[in-house]
């Protein structure tokens, strides 16, 4: 005789159809010119020259992004610094992962890893952008680095001396 309650859900809510299925992470890929090292480099080291601060950063234009010690920081013109997150995995030349929280508190912070691999073309960058379920509105937040990483990483690319008409994952656009 099979059990009154075989077919009840599971209390503990460990039934799979009942838990919504997490945010998917944003990948974007640019392939940029030189050697692996080159690129980590002008990725972590000069990203003050790159990063488009006046559209993605918290006091804009005049401020200056850095990696310091364990931390990528932002520093205003007039000294006041924000936290965008904290190191936790340096592999230098060939990747790193952050906590990732510009603008707000580390309270909640999504995750970012970024990959550099030589590929025929030169190098090929990757960020893994994931964590989005802890947001006031998760499908919100992902969204809003949807749109900006490719924004971001074509800057990058052409930083690195991409050509200027490589589009989204380092494809020619055309």
Do not use: C, K
Request: charged share 20%.
């Amino acid at each position: 005789m099979s059990s009154l309650f075989s077919h009840g859900q599971d209390p503990f809510g460990s039934d799979s159809q009942s838990a919504p299925d997490p945010l998917e992470p944003v990948v974007e890929t640019v392939v940029v010119p030189g050697s692996v090292a080159h690129a980590f480099a002008g990725f972590t080291d000069h990203t003050h020259l790159w990063w488009p601060l006046e559209s993605h950063g918290v006091y804009g234009a005049g401020s200056y992004v850095e990696f310091e010690e364990n931390l990528i920081l932002e520093t205003a013109d007039d000294g006041r610094t924000s936290i965008w997150g904290t190191l936790d995995d340096w592999q230098p030349p060939l990747s790193f992962h952050a906590t990732w929280h510009p603008g707000s508190t580390a309270l909640w912070s999504t995750e970012l890893l970024v990959v550099f691999r030589a590929v025929d073309e030169g190098v090929e960058v990757r960020v893994f952008h994931e964590g989005w379920e802890g947001a006031e509105d998760p499908a919100a937040a992902r969204a809003e680095y949807v749109e900006a990483w490719p924004q971001i990483l074509a800057r990058y690319a052409r930083f690195m001396g991409a050509p200027a008409d490589a589009g989204p994952n380092g494809n020619q656009a055309g």
